[in-house]
């Protein structure tokens, strides 16, 4: 479903220069995947080849390859290939990206500095740092006379509950440490993993996602000096729900350290986003396949 929107739709981007999109991937290295992550679904937690005993520390590493829109409602999509890295130390762990937690962590969260605050047979709670790519107006032609939503760090807490056969709830916020309008961002989801065979597990999850004035404000609405540059209509926003997204995603253990994993998504804007005149598209979809290897 389309929205519709006073602004004319762009037939042409601007190419990016080499330089610009080496920037880009270096900053998504370390930032992760950022407020909405193109392969939206969680990876599956690990496939019984590759549990091992609990040790001090663990580590990964591999590689994702992503498709899908380059903002939240845009008409247009781009692919990305990113490496991943994490390390663990006991309670503290350190990720590129949720897709390479390491064994016993639990991904989810877009990667960062990690503490885990709990952790028991059914309960998991975590305080974590990472870096906020932001958004940047070159990053489509959709966004051009927008401006650019500055870099920052977020601080997320994190809560899970494991219920039974497989189901469990979770519940998240985020909130722009920095202060530089990245604003506040929560989610509550609720997720089944399956085990379809010693090497095989797949997930499939239903999430709710939720932001504050400031953050809607920043990624959809128009003020007056950004409607001057852009021709879009001012468009104030307040807080409210934000997507509603459907996910699956499967891990296949190629051995007791390799392990292939992909997903995919599909998720609609809802609320006062939805009526955003950036939202060209209100249902969006995204996928991603990589590959990790544990340490």
């Known amino acids: 479903m389309t929205a519709h929107s006073t602004a004319p739709r762009p037939t042409a981007r601007p190419a990016c220069t080499a330089r610009a999109a080496w920037r880009r991937w270096a900053w998504l290295c370390l930032a992760g995947a950022g407020h909405w992550p193109l392969a939206g679904a969680q990876t599956p937690e690990e496939a019984a080849t590759e549990r091992s005993k609990p040790r001090s520390w663990d580590a990964a590493a591999g590689f994702v390859v992503s498709h899908g829109p380059r903002y939240p409602g845009s008409a247009s999509k781009a692919s990305s290939l990113t490496p991943g890295l994490a390390v663990r130390w006991g309670r503290v762990s350190v990720a590129s990206r949720s897709a390479f937690s390491v064994r016993g962590a639990e991904g989810g969260g877009g990667g ?25 107006e070159s990053d489509s032609e959709e966004l051009r006379g927008l401006g650019d939503v500055r870099r920052t760090l977020r601080l997320r807490l994190s809560v899970s509950y ?22 506040t961002l929560g989610e509550l989801q609720v997720s089944r993993d399956l085990a379809l065979s010693p090497t095989l597990s797949v997930q499939g999850a239903l999430s709710l996602g939720w932001a504050d004035r400031r953050h809607l404000q920043s990624y959809f609405g128009i003020s007056p000096d950004q409607a001057a540059r852009s021709g879009y209509p001012v ?10 997204t459907v996910s699956a995603g499967w891990r296949r253990a190629l051995g007791p350290q390799w392990a292939l994993f992909g997903s995919a998504s599909t998720s609609r804007l809802i609320d006062e986003a939805a009526a955003s005149p950036l939202v060209l598209e209100r249902n969006s979809w995204s996928m991603g396949l990589g590959l990790v290897y544990r340490f």
């Open 162 to 183: 494991r219920l039974d056969k497989g189901w469990r709830l979770r519940s998240s916020t985020t909130v722009d440490a920095l202060r530089r309008g990245g604003g």
């Open 112 to 136: 960062g500095l990690r503490v885990e605050l709990a952790r028991s047979e059914r309960l998991r709670a975590g305080l974590g740092l990472r870096l906020d790519g932001g958004r940047s």
């Open 235 to 244: 468009t104030p926003m307040s807080a409210g729900l934000r997507d509603l």
